[in-house]
């Protein structure tokens, strides 16, 4: 499986800004696509999840309310809608895919990643 993460860029804080992550290859040996993000000097951490058969979404609690995560099973495709972003949203964001049941938030159970997209939010 390949995942293509695009979107991130400058942002004021307060704006909003929409990732989004298409997968190819062996998408079916995959139920769940999600975020992660490193912050530089952090580790990476969980930000949102979505099953690509049911749609239920899991958001880390740091951006519940604030951003929402979606998918389009026709274009292969997750998005991830950041609003009301905050400087410390600052950091390289990384789509990944897996074939999870539960403990979607350790990233470890994550079998492909993609490269990364780099959102940074100016105060």
């Known amino acids: 499986v390949q995942l293509q993460a695009s979107g991130g860029g400058l942002v004021q804080a307060g704006g909003s800004l929409k990732l989004s992550c298409t997968a190819s290859g062996r998408i079916s040996s995959t139920n769940s696509i999600g975020w992660f993000r490193q912050a530089p000097g952090k580790e990476r951490e969980f930000v949102a999840t979505?099953?690509?058969?049911?749609?239920?979404?899991y958001m880390a609690d740091s951006v519940k309310g604030r951003f929402t995560i979606s998918r389009d099973n026709s274009k292969n495709t997750a998005y991830l809608q950041m609003s009301s972003l905050k400087p410390e949203d600052t950091a390289v964001y990384y789509c990944?895919?897996?074939?999870?049941?539960?403990?979607?938030?350790?990233?470890?159970?994550?079998?492909?990643w993609g490269q990364g997209t780099l959102v940074t939010v100016s105060s």
């Open positions: 979505i099953f690509w058969s049911t749609g239920v979404p």
């Open positions: 990944a895919a897996g074939n999870i049941v539960t403990g979607h938030r350790d990233r470890n159970l994550w079998d492909y």
